[in-house]
């Protein structure tokens, strides 16, 4: 999960100069998811499982959704080598992204839902 919002930072970075406002929205949140779980992942003892508070799993899940939709969109470029079609397979980049997305309990609205800020 980290490398994840680690990677969605790299790729926010490189859009600060497209469209700042979003970008830099989306490096605040996935700054604070990153240091929410880092918290929690230095202060367990070994044999604890990690429990991230629900501010923590809000900023992680908006990072991911944020990401997955500029990417589908076309506002951020894919940065990976792999073929994308639209009606096609998503590339590993998306199946990651999602795969850590239904981790932190996040889903994506189905194609017959309003988007989570609408409802």
């Not at 779980?37 to 991911?64: E, F, H, M, N």
């Not at 980049?93 to 981790?103: Q, R």
Request: proline share 7%; hydrophobic share 40%.
């Amino acid at each position: 999960m980290l490398a994840t919002l680690g990677m969605v930072c790299k790729l926010a970075t490189e859009q600060v100069g497209q469209g700042p406002a979003d970008a830099a929205g989306v490096l605040t949140d996935a700054a604070d998811a990153i240091v929410g779980i880092g918290a929690q992942l230095w202060t367990k003892t070994s044999d604890q499982p990690v429990t991230v508070g629900g501010r923590t799993l809000v900023y992680s899940r908006t990072v991911l959704i944020r990401a997955i939709e500029a990417l589908d969109s076309g506002r951020w470029p894919y940065p990976c080598s792999e073929p994308h079609f639209p009606e096609g397979s998503p590339c590993s980049l998306i199946l990651t992204l999602k795969a850590d997305l239904a981790v932190v309990g996040g889903r994506l609205a189905g194609a017959d839902e309003q988007p989570g800020n609408e409802r």
